[in-house]
């Protein structure tokens, strides 16, 4: 009983070691990179898919909202809000919405945020009245 707990807390074996090349530095850090930047690809697809999904669909709705006939508010004074804050609101809106979002993953993730920064400061400034 002993020798098996031992066993659990021996340190593993250490495994014969690799030895380089200075000159094959190069080349493995090449093939390393180039892994690594395949499995972040890979891993991210999912979200990056649904980000750009998501996109799709704000700009829709805000196409939508754009498009809808009003019905005349309670005061004047909010429809001229409304008539003059829409357009304005769907642009900002659709500078921010329109610009395509790259492949690269760490590229992807830069656009995206200064993308919903641009939503967030329209619906913060524009958009606070609709």
Aim: charged share 35%; glycine share 4%; with cysteine.
């Amino acid at each position: 009983m002993f020798k098996r707990i031992r066993s659990l807390f021996k340190p593993p074996k250490e495994s014969e070691a690799v030895v380089y090349t200075l000159g094959e530095f190069p080349s493995l850090l090449d093939s390393r990179e180039k892994d690594v930047s395949r499995i972040l690809s890979e891993k991210t697809q999912k979200q990056r898919n649904t980000i750009r999904d998501l996109r799709s669909a704000l700009k829709e709705l805000v196409q939508d909202l754009a498009s809808k006939e009003r019905e005349e508010a309670f005061h004047p004074k909010l429809e001229t809000i409304a008539k003059n804050t829409l357009p304005l609101f769907e642009r900002a809106m659709f500078s921010s919405l329109s610009k395509d979002l790259p492949e690269d993953p760490e590229m992807f993730y830069h656009a995206a945020t200064e993308s919903l920064k641009g939503c967030v400061k329209g619906l913060s400034g524009q958009g606070r009245y609709l």
